[in-house]
Structures are given as structure tokens and as C-alpha cells.
């Protein structure tokens, strides 16, 4: 695991505790240390402070991500305002943590995240992309006028491909094999995160919302939607 966090307290406390939690954790203090860590000796998990001197942690992101790298990414950030959320997926990050965060959460998360990960899915990056599959493979899952192709991971609404982080792309799946059906927010916090961070959490949220701009497009129905109280069900309206 790399750890990347400039708060020499926090990048401490934070190092004991996942190193007692039995996590092999090499800890830098800037954005620089983690880009030449992460291409020296690729980890398993990043864990990356979103506010660093010089390059932050969404830097660090985005240069990963445009190299092809799909390492898993925890964000830890200070910033609790949705639209900083949303900037931290944007630039590829796989989930965030808000500060003073409890470290179980933490733990909760990467467990999540490491059960997630697909270990032969970084080197695909480097070569061709597969054709979109013809419809009716045993592979493919459609609905609402979707097309999604799970083994290589790309999604396509009306013929127009979904460029989608893993996590937006389980969730879409996970809605997608349940289309029509609404599904509670403790039933997908356990499919897609492994552990219901509760009521009060706005993860879920933010994910969905961030799913709605990339699947809406002019003229079209939308897609996900929201059933007060309860969670959220794909349909075509």
C-alpha cells in the first residue's frame, strides 16, 4: 500500500494503525514521492491526501489514470462540499473518505476496494480495446437501452460508449442486472462497497449523481432513479 499524506500526524497515526491492521505501507509526504513510488514499485491500494503541497492528490490521479494505471484509490480529503467529491472521481478516484475520518472507516473501505480489484485489469490499458459485443452474447447484460460488457468492463448507451470508473461501472451493472426493480441503500452499499456506511453517509449519492451526468443526454429518458426512503431503480421512462 502507498500512503501519501503531508500532515506528518495524521500520515503517522494512520501508518501505525494499518500497519497493526496487517498492511504493508510505504507513507510519503507529497504528491511527488507517490508518482515516483507508485511507477518504482506499483502498490495495491493508493491511499492519496486530496490537499498536498505541489502536486496534490488529485494530480497524483489523474497522471495514474492517464497512464493507464487502474490501481485502486482511496481520496482522504478535508473538502465536504459535493462538487469536491465529484472532482476527486472525476479524476479517477474509486472512493473518498471525509476528514476527521474514523480509521475503521478507512479499514472498511480498502477492504472493499482490495475485494474489488481485478488483477489482470491494468494491463489492458496498453492494448486495443475489444469491439462492442454483438447483442445477444452470454456476456453482455442490457437494459434500458443499455449495452454493457462486463469481462471488458464498457458500457454503451445508444451506441455512445460510457467512459466509466470501476465503481460507476459495478454500480451500473448492479442496477442494470436489477433493472426495474428498486434497490435499498443497504443492499447496494453491500454489493458495491461491502459494508453499509449508514443514513447519514452521502457516498451513494454522489456516486449516482455523478453516474446521471455521464448516462443523460438530449431527447433521452433518464435512466436512475430516485425512490424516496428507499434507494434507486434503472428504468426507462
Not at 502536486?55 to 482511496?74: F, H, K
Not at 476527521?100 to 490499458?125: I, K
Request: aromatic share 6%.
Amino acid at each position: 500500500m502507498l500512503l501519501a499524506e503531508d500532515d506528518r500526524a495524521i500520515r503517522n497515526a494512520l501508518e501505525r494503525a494499518l500497519v497493526l491492521e496487517g498492511y504493508r505501507v510505504t507513507a510519503v509526504a507529497d504528491g511527488v514521492e507517490a508518482l515516483a513510488h507508485a511507477h518504482k514499485n506499483p502498490p495495491d491500494v493508493l491511499v492519496l491526501d486530496v490537499m498536498m503541497p505541489g502536486i496534490d492528490g488529485l494530480q497524483v490521479c489523474r497522471v495514474l489514470r492517464a497512464e493507464g494505471d487502474r490501481t485502486p484509490i482511496l481520496m482522504l480529503t478535508a473538502l465536504v462540499e459535493t462538487a469536491d467529491r465529484i472532482a476527486g472521481l472525476d479524476a479517477g478516484a474509486d472512493d473518498y473518505v471525509v476528514k476527521p475520518f474514523d480509521v475503521e472507516e478507512v479499514f472498511a473501505r480498502l477492504r472493499a476496494l482490495l475485494r474489488r480489484t481485478n488483477p489482470d485489469a491494468a494491463p489492458e490499458a496498453a492494448v486495443p480495446l475489444p469491439e462492442a459485443p454483438k447483442r445477444g452474447t452470454e456476456r453482455q447484460v442490457e437494459a434500458a437501452g443499455l449495452l454493457m460488457d462486463p469481462q471488458a468492463r464498457r458500457a454503451w448507451r445508444g451506441g455512445r460508449e460510457l467512459e466509466l470508473t470501476r465503481t460507476e461501472f459495478e454500480l451500473l451493472e448492479l442496477l442494470a442486472r436489477n433493472a426495474g426493480i428498486v434497490l435499498d441503500h443497504s443492499t447496494i452499499y453491500d454489493r458495491i462497497w461491502g459494508y453499509d456506511f449508514g443514513p447519514g453517509s452521502k457516498n451513494l449519492a454522489v456516486y449516482v449523481g455523478y453516474l446521471r451526468r455521464k448516462l443523460d443526454q438530449p431527447g433521452a429518458p433518464q435512466l436512475i432513479h430516485t425512490v424516496r426512503g428507499v434507494g434507486y431503480v434503472l428504468r426507462e421512462d
